[in-house]
Nanobody, 124 residues
């Protein structure tokens, strides 16, 4: 069993930056592909970014490509999401998740462990 806990969310002005962290416990995250998703009020949960277990493969939603960077520190059992040039439309609850496989995946149904989420609010 894996427990995931996100942190680093908050309120930021448009154009600003935040770095989200996802700390794993209970089991190493080293064997899992990891992803970040987000959900705004009234919307479905949407894919943001994914990273393979080695960290050598990454995949991004078009809406965040060039602005967000996913990375991982397996020795710290932590995954990160660096978010730059934030826009009001990035406002959502952000979730990290562990993939059932070791690669990258954008379908939330491929993820078996989820954190509770952290709120990101971008003001205009």
């Amino acid at each position: 069993q894996v427990q995931l806990e996100e942190s680093g969310g908050g309120l930021v002005q448009a154009g600003g930056s935040l770095r989200l962290s996802c700390a794993g416990s209970g089991r190493t995250l080293r064997i899992y592909g990891m992803g970040w998703f987000r959900q705004a009020p009234g919307n479905e949960r949407e894919f943001v970014a994914a990273i393979s277990w080695t960290g050598t493969s990454t995949y991004y939603a078009d809406s965040v490509k060039g602005r967000f960077t996913i990375s991982r520190a397996n020795g710290l059992n932590t995954v990160y999401l660096q978010m730059n040039s934030l826009k009001p439309e990035d406002t959502a609850v952000y979730y990290c998740a562990a993939n059932a496989g070791a690669g990258t995946a954008f379908d939330p149904n491929d993820y078996i462990y989820w954190g509770q989420g952290t709120q990101v609010t971008v003001s205009s």
